[in-house]
């Protein structure tokens, strides 16, 4: 006996009411999230149509889930404008500047300890 579970009900009677298909088996022109984002595209508001299903150790049911949207019904991702990247920008700079010595790191500040790791006390040169 296998000791994997096969997920496959292209009825969507089974599996909370959505075609489910086993990992690799999705039906052509379905796209999970990250392949629609490698493509330039987005679901664009669009619910998922179907699901990926498989058995993995990394989730506490023990079944990892990925919604697949349509590609044909997906819609273009929008590019950031220049303010939006110049914000980006200054926000990724203030998360590498430390409270307590004020030196701008190569890393961004671990919100853990709330200051830079020589601040923090790991011997690090600042």
Do not use: N
Request: hydrophobic share 35%; aromatic share 8%.
């Amino acid at each position: 006996m296998s000791r994997h579970r096969v997920f496959l009900d292209p009825t969507g009677r089974t599996y909370g009411g959505l075609p489910t298909y086993p990992w690799r088996f999705a039906p052509e022109g379905l796209a999970t999230r990250r392949q629609l984002r490698a493509a330039g595209l987005r679901p664009g508001g669009q619910s998922p149509c179907a699901q990926l299903m498989w058995s993995s150790r990394r989730t506490a049911t023990g079944i990892g889930v990925a919604y697949l949207y349509e590609v044909a019904a997906a819609k273009p991702r929008r590019t950031p404008s220049p303010a939006q990247l110049r914000a980006l920008g200054k926000a990724m700079r203030a998360r590498k500047i430390c409270p307590d010595c004020g030196v701008e790191q190569p890393y961004c500040i671990p919100t853990r300890y709330g200051a830079c790791l020589a601040c923090h006390g790991w011997g690090l040169g600042a």
